[in-house]
Every structure is written in C-alpha cells, then in structure tokens.
T-cell receptor
Framework: GDSVTQMEGPVTLSEEAFLTINCTYT??????LFWYVQYPGEGLQLLLK?????DKGSNKGFEATYRKETTSFHLEKGSVQVSDSAVYFC????????????FGAGTRLAVHP | NAGVTQTPKFRILKIGQSMTLQCAQD?????MYWYRQDPGMGLKLIYY???????DKGEVPNGYNVSRSTTEDFPLRLELAAPSQTSVYFC?????????????FGSGTQLSVL
C-alpha cells in the first residue's frame, strides 16, 4: 500500500541555519503531497501542499517540490528561527478519495538561539 | 469560530474501562476523521465518516467504535481499554472530497491506559 518515509529526528539547528527534512513516498496513483506542522500542545496545521509533479509548495519561508522521478517531497527553509521548533509531518492523500491522509512518522526540529 | 473541538484533553483509564472521546466541529463539514498518534509514529486513521449516518473503517479500527448522528459530532468509543490504546487521538474534519488541504485538526486527547 501507499506509504511515507521521512528522516528521523530530532534535528537540532542554530538560528539562521539551513533546514532540510527528507521525505519520500510510495504510491500507486498520483497523490497530493503535504507538509503539516505540530507545535507543542496543538493539533496539526497544514504548512504547504503540492498536487502534481514539479509543483512547488511554499509558505512562511518553507518550500517543497513534488519530484515524481525520485518520489520525494523534501522540506527546506533557508534560515530557521526559534519559533520554527515543532514536529513536521510529511503526508500524502490516500487513493480512493475522502481526503484520507497517510502520514510519515514525523521529524522533531529544535532551533536554538 | 471554534473549529474542531475535542474533549477531554487528558484522560487516564484502567484496563477494561470504557470511555468516549468527543469531537465536534462548527464548520458544517461533511467529512470527519479519527486518527491516533503513537510515540515516534505518524498518525494512523482509525475511522472516518462522509456524512451523518455513514461511517467506515480506517487502517486501525480494532477496539474502537464510532457513530455520526449529526453533521457536527463524531464521538469515538473505547469499550474495553487496553494498554495498546495508549496514544494521542486527533479528530479532524474537511468540507468536501478532493480538497485535502482543507483538513482541520483538533488539539488532541492524550489517553493513557494503565
């Protein structure tokens, strides 16, 4: 079945460092891809999305490009801030509709001043 | 606008006890979902509903039951709690199919079964 694999954390960075969180997927169809963020004590929030190959999703300085040839959707940010500390989840839309999502295990990011 | 509201936020159960996790949304969304999040794991779908009176199993439905008598409410029932059900539970809703970016999550219920 469909699945999502993302790099294990925690990822620890200094403020203003470059961030990459790797995400690869396995899917039989052409899913939409998402990055969600979970701040401490809160539910998940959509960070960005891409619905077809070569689409680039972006939001709040984060970017990810839908790469069909490498089945990847890596999250990047040029300069992280302490406020970016959170858990990041890569996800894909499950075939069959109804907006069901399949999530990766999550990557915890800690940014220090 | 409250969005998706889950209660309680925390609960400790003894093995064999039962409880209902409440979820309500005020956005008139057709679709609602229950996910569980185990430590170091991604969210896994327990049950979902596409409208009042219609529910279906997700990836990990065993040990749970749901009902959807109204558009607003989607409670999750644990009948005989087991330690394997210790997890954080998230409820979510979305307006229509094909718009997965419109998924809204509640803030979660942390459940411990001892």
């Amino acid at each position: 079945g469909d699945s999502v694999t993302q790099m294990e954390g925690p990822v620890t960075l200094s403020e203003e460092a470059f961030l990459t969180i790797n995400c690869t997927y396995t899917a039989t169809g052409y899913p939409s891809l998402f990055w969600y963020v979970q701040y401490p004590g809160e539910g998940l929030q959509l960070l960005l999305k891409a619905t077809k190959a070569d689409d680039k999703g972006s939001n709040k300085g984060f970017e990810a490009t839908y790469r069909k040839e490498t089945t990847s959707f890596h999250l990047e940010k040029g300069s992280v801030q302490v406020s970016d500390s959170a858990v990041y989840f890569c996800a894909l839309s499950e075939a069959g509709g109804y907006n069901k999502l399949i999530f990766g295990a999550g990557t915890r990011l800690a940014v220090h001043p | 606008n409250a969005g998706v509201t889950q209660t309680p936020k925390f609960r400790i159960l003894k093995i064999g006890q039962s409880m209902t996790l409440q979820c309500a949304q005020d956005m008139n969304h057709n679709y609602m979902y229950w996910y569980r999040q185990d430590p170091g794991m991604g969210l896994k779908l327990i049950y979902y509903s596409v409208g009042a009176g219609i529910t279906d199993k997700g990836e990990v439905p065993n040990g749970y039951n749901v009902s959807r008598s109204t558009t607003e409410d989607f409670p999750l029932r644990l009948e005989l709690a087991a330690p394997s059900q210790t997890s954080v539970y998230f409820c979510a809703s979305s307006p229509l199919s094909g718009v997965a970016e419109k998924l809204f999550f509640g803030s979660g219920t942390q459940l411990s079964v001892l």
